[in-house]
């Protein structure tokens, strides 16, 4: 059974190539290279002793999107990671993202419309949700204004998904991720962000290396119980197994409706405080920060309500928050070494 990953060689893409192969499907990544490097498919490899098809691909080009398909008409599901996700160089650069996450959304679908069947997983984000009224988030709650040109990509790719489902052969689910921490437990493969890292935790492994002086923690006057902002934060291989569950589910044509959407988080908020805590613990390590301002756009809370994909899928995120700190420090220092 080939599935096409794409971004397959990203953060998230890399471990849901792993738990696939791991799972006996035949994998097809195409990614343009823009936000990773070849040497992932290297790390992949080394991890399950198979080393999948790579395609470089943009999908912003049509006819080359297009002749892809064309090579390969027996893709028997679609994972679709690539995308940009920067949410503050959204804000600076809006047409990047919205010729990049949704140009090529629209191409991989006027591809798949034309098959007999065809089953599509897209990485959505909890950042639809804005800032939800009640915790935890539930898949229906309400969708809120984007806070960036990136979340607003992400709301208007389910709306194209769903109203294109609604009348083709697709069969879609939505994967919404809360945030996604750690690496894969072998340190082959982890979280590479180039340059400095807009996310909290790799900031952290990076500032545990000394590459970063210090790390600054946007606020600490939020309405919480240590005053910084929490988050559900979820390991990048338990994300991972819930793309194939997902998968499986489409191929199997179990009570599908045509769009499903799932909350995928571990259901537990933990401030930045308590992210730092578990790092330090972890690592043995003091970790320097300071207090600083908020930061743009940054809400106060969100974690999952992830009932649903525990019933539905029967999938369950296994991995507390001290492993996941664990296993990104260990690649942190593995790739540094
Ligand atoms: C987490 C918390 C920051 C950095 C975004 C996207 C989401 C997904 C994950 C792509 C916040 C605080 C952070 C730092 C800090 N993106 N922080 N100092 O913003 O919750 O989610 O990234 O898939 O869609 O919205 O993640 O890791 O940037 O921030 O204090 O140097 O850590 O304020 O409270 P975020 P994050």
Not at 21 to 35: A, K, M, Y
Not at 325 to 330: E, Q, V
Request: hydrophobic content about 40%; charged content about 20%; overall charge negative.
């Amino acid at each position: 059974m080939k599935i096409l990953v794409t971004g397959g060689l990203g953060f998230i893409g890399s471990h849901t190539v792993v738990e696939l192969q791991n799972q006996g499907f035949e994998v097809v990544i195409v990614d343009d290279l823009s936000n990773t490097s070849l040497s992932v498919l290297e790390g992949i490899k080394n991890i399950t002793g198979k080393i999948p098809v790579f395609e470089k691909l943009d999908l912003r080009e049509k006819n080359s999107v297009q002749d892809f398909f064309k090579r390969n008409q027996d893709i028997a599901g679609v994972i679709h990671f690539a995308a940009s996700k920067a949410v503050g160089e959204s804000v600076e650069n809006p047409l990047l993202y919205y010729e990049n996450n949704i140009n090529a959304l629209v191409y991989l679908l006027q591809e798949l419309q034309k098959k007999e069947a065809a089953n599509f997983i897209f990485s959505s984000s909890c950042t639809v949700y804005g800032q939800a009224e009640k915790m935890p988030i539930t898949e229906n709650a309400p969708i809120q204004t984007a806070m960036s040109p990136y979340g607003n990509t992400k709301q208007i790719g389910e709306e194209i998904i769903t109203d294109t489902a609604k009348v083709t052969n697709i069969n879609a689910i939505l994967l919404r991720y809360f945030n996604p921490i750690g690496s894969h437990p072998s340190a082959e493969i982890g979280e590479l962000p180039l340059g400095v890292p807009q996310n909290l935790v790799p900031f952290i492994t990076q500032t545990g290396m000394g590459l970063r002086k210090e790390l600054s923690v946007y606020g600490d006057d939020y309405p919480t119980a240590d005053g910084t902002a929490v988050r559900d934060y979820i390991h990048v291989v338990d994300l991972a197994k819930a793309h194939v569950i997902a998968l499986k589910r489409l191929l199997d044509k179990k009570n599908l409706e045509k769009v499903e959407t799932f909350n995928l988080g571990t259901g537990t908020g933990s401030s930045v405080l308590e992210v730092i805590q578990a790092f330090e613990k972890v690592s043995g390590k003091k970790l320097p920060y300071k207090i600083v301002g908020r930061r743009e756009g940054d809400i106060t809370e969100a974690y999952a309500n992830t009932d649903k994909a525990n019933t539905v899928l029967g999938w369950k995120a296994q991995s507390t928050l001290e492993e996941a700190m664990a296993s990104a420090w260990k690649w942190e220092q593995k790739v540094r070494s």
